[in-house]
């Protein structure tokens, strides 16, 4: 482990255990991690009634019995679960290239409340996620369609093939009602770090730079720690040290203590709306207002041959009403990304004709590849997420790649995607 690597896994040791990303107050059902690809908020937005397209269904008894009963399992023991699926279809065109691919996934996600339900004392938990992806009606992953086109990054973020796995295993420890915590075992930092409204492949963006922000080299699952606090006054510290070579199929223990190639992550940053909710009486409501720095280093990993790195992102959300603007600018020291610089634009608005969880977003970004032989590349997204039901989400998405970086003789890209998801 390199020493820039321990200095910093030090420091963010230094505050008080993991506040990982942000914190929030302990009234009512609040969230812990507000990124919407963390497990316990994955659960609680596929328990959380919507308001959809299409109220009553045939199905709608069964339903009723069925969160029912989850409800009840939780107030016997604690124990709190989602099952999702979701699969994405995706097109790609330009004048030279032609690709169609397409991705499905089945996840299965919990939380168990060990220790301090219903305020008896600090909570402890124990979370985590059973999953697989595989190809769907293609003999190409969706995740492939657009770098087989000619883009730099892909358009369909998290939609390859992976082998029914536990990928997330953890156990997290609230202290100092709930603004101190501390998060081990196997974790997804993606999941965690750089907080976006709309950072997620499964619910919002599913091109990579509006989400997983390839500036940073995020391990998909790795064996680690983190720790962190919120402040009274909505500021927030968050570190973390994790096993750069983590797997989403392996255990990690073998690479995480013998290879010793680390991914280190810190973040500090702002979150205005958590002040309110600790105000005495007042339920906790996520909003939409976010300001963090993000910086990391990453050890060189010798297996595949990519170099030590470093870099920092900065991040401003900001809510106006309905409307949800947002900025993001990465930088990587380069050659342990794909990108050197990214800067990235959108807004979202939500509650579109009339339905409260409907959601159009819009998003621009350049990206200067880290191969200074590759020239950089322009992007837009827009996706509109429609709630067709209560438990079913239909997303159209378009994606325009301007000057694809690995196909230099296409001066556009189009990529087109259909998205579908049942959370229950």
Same mark, same amino acid.
């Given at each position: &482990?390199?020493?820039?690597?321990?200095? @910093?896994?030090?420091?963010?040791?230094?505050?008080?255990?993991?506040?990982?990303?942000? +914190? $929030? /107050?302990? $009234?009512?059902?609040?969230?812990? #991690?507000?990124?919407?690809?963390?497990? /316990?908020?994955?659960?609680?937005?596929?328990?959380?009634?919507?308001? *959809?397209?299409?109220?009553?269904? %045939? $199905?709608?008894?069964?339903?009723?019995?069925?969160?029912?009963?989850?409800?009840?399992?939780?107030?016997?023991?604690?124990?709190?679960?989602?099952?999702?699926?979701?699969?994405?279809?995706?097109?790609?065109?330009?004048?030279?290239?032609?690709?169609?691919?397409?991705?499905?996934?089945?996840?299965?996600?919990?939380?168990?409340?060990?220790?301090?339900?219903?305020?008896?004392?600090?909570?402890?938990?124990?979370?985590?996620?059973?999953?697989?992806?595989?190809?769907?009606?293609?003999?190409?992953?969706?995740?492939?369609?657009?770098?087989?086109?000619? *883009?730099?990054?892909?358009?369909?973020?998290?939609?390859?093939?992976?082998?029914? *796995?536990?990928?997330?295993?953890?156990?997290?420890?609230?202290?100092?009602?709930?603004?101190?915590?501390?998060?081990?075992?196997?974790?997804?930092?993606?999941?965690?770090?750089?907080?976006?409204?709309?950072?997620?492949?499964?619910?919002?963006?599913?091109?990579? /730079?509006?989400?997983?922000?390839?500036?940073?080299?995020?391990?998909?699952?790795?064996?680690?720690?983190?720790?962190?606090?919120?402040?009274?006054?909505? #500021?927030?510290?968050?570190?973390? @040290?994790?096993?750069?070579?983590? !797997?989403?199929?392996?255990?990690?223990?073998? *690479?995480?203590?013998?290879?010793?190639?680390?991914?280190?992550?810190?973040?500090?940053?702002?979150?205005?709306?958590?002040?309110?909710?600790?105000?005495?009486?007042?339920?906790?409501?996520?909003?939409?207002?976010?300001?963090?720095?993000?910086?990391?280093?990453?050890?060189?990993?010798?297996?595949?041959?990519? %170099?030590?790195?470093?870099?920092?992102?900065?991040?401003?959300?900001?809510?106006?009403?309905?409307?949800?603007?947002?900025?993001?600018?990465?930088?990587?020291?380069?050659?342990? +990304?794909? @990108?050197?610089?990214?800067?990235?634009?959108?807004?979202?608005?939500?509650?579109?004709?009339?339905? =409260? =969880? =409907?959601?159009?977003?819009?998003?621009?970004?350049?990206?200067?590849? !880290?191969?200074?032989?590759?020239?950089?590349?322009?992007?837009?997204?827009?996706?509109?997420? &429609?709630?067709?039901?209560?438990? #079913?989400?239909?997303?159209?998405?378009?994606?325009?790649?301007?000057? %694809?970086? +690995? =196909? /230099?003789?296409?001066?556009?890209?189009?990529?087109?995607? #259909?998205?579908?998801?049942?959370?229950?």
């Amino acid at each position: &482990m390199k020493p820039i690597s321990l200095s @910093l896994a030090l420091s963010l040791c230094a505050v008080p255990a993991l506040a990982i990303a942000q +914190t $929030a /107050p302990p $009234a009512g059902d609040a969230p812990v #991690i507000r990124n919407p690809n963390d497990v /316990p908020n994955v659960i609680r937005d596929a328990n959380t009634p919507k308001d *959809s397209l299409v109220r009553e269904t %045939p $199905a709608t008894g069964f339903l009723d019995r069925w969160f029912a009963f989850k409800n009840s399992l939780y107030e016997q023991t604690g124990f709190k679960f989602s099952v999702a699926y979701h699969q994405v279809v995706q097109v790609a065109s330009s004048d030279n290239r032609w690709e169609t691919g397409s991705g499905a996934g089945a996840e299965f996600d919990f939380t168990w409340e060990v220790f301090g339900r219903n305020g008896t004392g600090p909570k402890g938990l124990v979370g985590g996620k059973a999953e697989t992806r595989f190809n769907f009606l293609n003999a190409t992953a969706a995740q492939s369609v657009a770098p087989k086109a000619g *883009s730099i990054w892909t358009g369909a973020a998290g939609y390859g093939e992976q082998d029914l *796995s536990i990928p997330q295993l953890w156990y997290e420890h609230h202290l100092v009602r709930d603004r101190v915590l501390f998060r081990v075992g196997k974790i997804a930092p993606f999941a965690v770090f750089d907080y976006n409204k709309y950072k997620s492949p499964r619910t919002g963006f599913i091109g990579q /730079p509006q989400n997983v922000n390839p500036t940073i080299p995020y391990p998909a699952s790795a064996l680690g720690f983190g720790g962190g606090a919120r402040l009274t006054n909505g #500021i927030f510290f968050a570190g973390g @040290l994790f096993d750069a070579n983590g !797997s989403p199929i392996k255990d990690g223990f073998d *690479s995480f203590f013998n290879q010793r190639e680390f991914f280190a992550i810190g973040e500090v940053g702002w979150t205005p709306d958590f002040v309110e909710g600790l105000e005495p009486g007042k339920d906790y409501t996520p909003g939409n207002d976010d300001y963090h720095l993000t910086f990391w280093h990453s050890d060189g990993r010798k297996d595949i041959g990519r %170099p030590e790195g470093w870099g920092f992102t900065g991040s401003v959300q900001k809510g106006f009403g309905s409307v949800v603007p947002f900025a993001r600018y990465g930088y990587s020291s380069g050659g342990a +990304t794909s @990108l050197k610089h990214l800067v990235s634009i959108g807004a979202g608005y939500e509650g579109l004709f009339g339905y =409260d =969880d =409907d959601v159009l977003a819009v998003g621009l970004n350049w990206g200067e590849p !880290s191969n200074s032989a590759l020239d950089p590349q322009y992007g837009f997204e827009a996706f509109y997420r &429609m709630q067709l039901t209560p438990q #079913i989400a239909v997303t159209p998405d378009v994606q325009v790649i301007v000057d %694809p970086a +690995t =196909d /230099p003789s296409s001066d556009v890209l189009g990529v087109f995607s #259909i998205r579908g998801r049942i959370a229950l």
